[in-house]
């Protein structure tokens, strides 16, 4: 029987102890593959996970983080997605293939991994090949293990649920995972995209990256700004990643009949805003839980088409993961990853 080396804690908590456990794997199966983790990506809700359980089910030791690249080293006879020596990153819903999300108004989706399902900093996994995607050729593993969350996100609010066009304004908060994707890929289909944020350094690193217009909230009113950019216009997209009462600066951003995407709770789960411009202005407002495998499998097209980059800002070994999420907490540009 073959074990694997994995972070884990025995309960949530800002005290919670991390350490590196052991545990026996399952056999090689049915349609169950052995996967070699190569690289693990971390996003916020990792950290809240951790702090706090998120109401969710969590099965102790609890393995955290929820997007993984890696490789087939084994599969089971029943296995007809994959073959050994393929490069494959995790789904963040196993269970969202396709179409509508699963659950209903009573119980809305919730089961994904690093949360109901256990998470992805183990060396080794063996589950259902429904469970992967394959990883694009174009990107190595840490570029790839940020796919499945940060990346399906921007793609799903822009791409999948936004249908984006050429020309369209899109404003992007912050420059974490999720808005480097969305300016990464709004820019690839042609729209004009400007960014928000309260470091002047970061700014000039976005418009390296490709954004049109940068505009610091630490200098005056940001939405005035977008107004005098776009001539009073807004934006036609509003990737709001904010949450609480932001969802009010939104809602003053966007154009008429344009759309928010909520994305981000780092000011609170409780989001509000005025009906003023809600009803005046009649967006969309759209609330966004990352995305099905079939999109994810669309972007990874996407990627090895275009040959967008993810933006790592810092990669860690295995035995440093402590250290990545310390550097999560302090606001990254891009991607931490955890490399194997």
């Not at 050994?84 to 119980?107: E, H, K, M, Q, Y």
């Not at 919730?110 to 429904?130: A, C, D, N």
């Not at 950019?229 to 949450?243: F, K, M, N, S």
Request: hydrophobic fraction near 40%.
């Amino acid at each position: 029987m073959q074990t694997t080396r994995q972070w884990q804690i025995d309960a949530v908590g800002p005290e919670r102890q991390l350490t590196i456990g052991e545990r026996t794997l399952e056999p090689v199966s049915g349609n169950r593959v052995l996967v070699r983790t190569e690289a693990v990506s971390l996003n916020f809700r990792d950290r809240l996970v951790m702090e706090s359980g998120m109401g969710l089910p969590l099965q102790f030791p609890f393995v955290p983080a929820s997007d993984m690249a890696g490789v087939v080293e084994a599969v089971g006879p029943e296995v007809s997605r994959f073959k050994p020596g393929d490069r494959v990153i995790s789904t963040f819903s196993p269970d969202w293939i396709d179409g509508r999300g699963l659950g209903d108004a009573r119980t809305p989706p919730y089961k994904t991994r690093g949360g109901f399902y256990p998470g992805v900093l183990s060396q080794y996994t063996v589950l259902s090949e429904e469970w992967y995607s394959r990883a694009p050729d174009t990107l190595d593993a840490a570029q790839a293990s940020t796919l499945p969350c940060a990346g399906l996100t921007a793609w799903f609010a822009l791409i999948e649920r936004g249908g984006l066009k050429a020309g369209d304004k899109v404003l992007v908060q912050g420059t974490g995972g999720v808005a480097l994707f969305g300016l990464q890929i709004a820019k690839t289909h042609g729209a004009e995209v400007f960014i928000t944020s309260g470091s002047a350094e970061k700014l000039e690193r976005a418009v390296a990256l490709g954004a049109d217009h940068a505009i610091n909230r630490h200098e005056g009113d940001w939405v005035e700004q977008l107004y005098q950019l776009t001539g009073g216009y807004g934006a036609d997209h509003v990737l709001e990643i904010v949450g609480g009462p932001h969802l009010g600066q939104a809602l003053k951003a966007v154009a008429i009949n344009g759309r928010i995407s909520v994305i981000g709770v780092f000011e609170g789960f409780e989001v509000s805003g005025p009906a003023g411009p809600l009803l005046l202005k009649a967006p969309v407002v759209q609330g966004i839980s990352v995305g099905h495998r079939r999109a994810l499998e669309d972007l990874v097209r996407a990627i090895d088409q275009t040959g967008l980059k993810p933006v790592i800002d810092k990669r860690y070994a295995f035995d440093k993961f402590p250290e990545a999420l310390d550097h999560l907490y302090r606001g990254p540009f891009g991607k931490v990853v955890v490399e194997f």
